[in-house]
């Protein structure tokens, strides 16, 4: 017995940094929605950063630890109480046997990464801790159940530095690599496409993320079902963008006029819906180069 | 053959541009000869009608070197015959009770459902692609004969199992899904398996056929009626 929950908040998943290697058979990749804020969690306890999480999307998530830890908060700023007394996220922090973890409100972000010292000693399937509801795969975290880990008596605790943290507003910028059909879209859509804000709608979850705004339209109505890859953005008879996250489905039939970058759709996952985003390109060099950074500063 | 950027760690290399079983070929011995490099830097490998996805580990190739290496490692790829491949039988009940468009599709070709069936059963099916669900693999091509369109509006449950056909392709629905496909029959074969080491009996480069058996045969495997 390791964490006992006292209350579970909706939709409270397990997840790592995702399911590889079967997308031939159409299963997706899952993973964390924000790999910054939970590789920043991970960090924050020494473990390996793509190691097993809590995602939290809704609040009054309530824990009870039967055994002594460190624990790491990250991701939406939230309120967090440890024995009713408020604590700051973006930090670890010392647990004891018996202490109560409480996640409040959210005050701005969307999803709350816990992490347990060492991860929570589940079994992977299929190489990943990832949850998938609609394939069957991983933990939804349930009232009652128990959450395991290793004790671990720590003596210290670590915080995010103030100039690394994240700020999660309404409005977001997001890089855009011209790739697949856009040879398809005009001039004119793509000025169309660039030079407005797009709405958030609510269709809105880890698969995918629907916009509203100014339509654009493609020269052809559809392409020969093709894989798709995790950010591209399709455009369907409707002409309203459809971003893929990480539990896109694997092959896909609408034109997709780019595909927004990585890192930015992390930043998309903290947004509520309502909030507006728009695209600028980027090139694919100044693209790589901003990935390959983000991952070398976190694994170093 | 074209290689475009696809995202920012991955491209797509397009082989054709409509979907023919030579196109099918080349992309299925493509996608053999990348997956027997065991290249720990390719996190995926996906295939399609035209087409193949590779997403890349961007901390080992950028955008010029994964060009590079995929135009000369694919120079002298040569087409492989396919239809030597295993060849997978899957037992199918096909029957008005269980296969609710059934009639539809007899009606569309102007045959009777005794011919329908036996048409369906006949031949030998390639995939052309996995996706849409897990397991759920694109068979092609149906006999022009019994080539029937989508459902005008899909319906909002298909039960597991089910054996379908859309225009000139057939397909069996992995596990519960909506879907707008001509439902024909049912098997109790699994092609989304937890329990098997690579998830799926079916890949690829498989090959499958149908085989009519009957009711008495099909509650004898599992199978199931109601829904």
Known sequence: MSFKVLNSAFLTLIQDSGRFSYSHLGVTNSGFMDEYAAFACNKLLDNDIKGNLLEISFPNLHLEATKDTTLAFTGAFCELFINDEQKNTWCSHQVKKGDSIRIGSFKSGQRVYLGVKNGFILKKEFGSFSTTLKEGFGKILEKNSILDFEEFKGTKTKKWHKNYLPQYGNDLTLRVILSYQEDTFSNEAKELFFNNKYKITSDFNRMACKLDGKEIKSNINGVISEAISYGSIQIPNDGKPIILLKEAQTIGGYPKIGSVLSIDCFKLAQMKIGGTVNFKEISINQAQEKLKKFYSTFLS | ?227
């Not at chain 2, 849409?132 to 019994?146: C, E, M, W």
Request: charged share 25%; net charge neutral.
């Open chain 2, 1 to 227: 053959m074209k290689i475009k950027i696809a995202s920012v760690d991955s491209v797509i290399i397009y082989f054709g541009e409509f979907i023919s079983k030579d196109i099918s070929n080349k992309v299925k011995s493509v996608y053999s000869y990348l997956k027997s490099l065991e290249n720990d830097s390719f996190i995926e490998i996906i295939p399609s009608y035209t087409s193949i996805l590779i997403k890349y580990d961007i901390l080992k190739y950028d955008i010029s070197s994964i060009t590079i290496f995929l135009k000369n490692e694919l120079k002298n790829i040569k087409n492989e015959d396919f239809s030597s491949n295993k060849l997978i039988v899957v037992d199918t009940f096909y029957s008005t009770e269980v296969g609710f468009d059934l009639q539809r599709v007899a009606l569309n070709a102007n045959i009777s459902i005794e011919e329908v069936i036996k048409i369906h059963s006949s031949k030998i099916y390639d995939v052309f692609t996995i996706g849409f669900l897990p397991g759920f693999a694109y068979l092609a091509s149906v006999d022009d004969k019994i080539i029937t369109p989508r459902l005008n509006s899909p319906r909002k449950k298909i039960p597991k199992g089910s054996v379908a056909i859309a225009d000139s392709q057939t397909a069996v629905y992995p596990c519960d899904s909506p879907g707008g496909w001509n439902i024909i029959g049912r098997t109790t074969f699994e092609f989304f398996d937890k329990s098997l080491e690579n998830l799926s009996p079916v890949c690829i480069n498989t090959q499958i056929k149908f085989n009519p058996i009957s009711k008495e045969e099909y509650i004898a495997q599992g199978g199931k009626i109601e829904f």
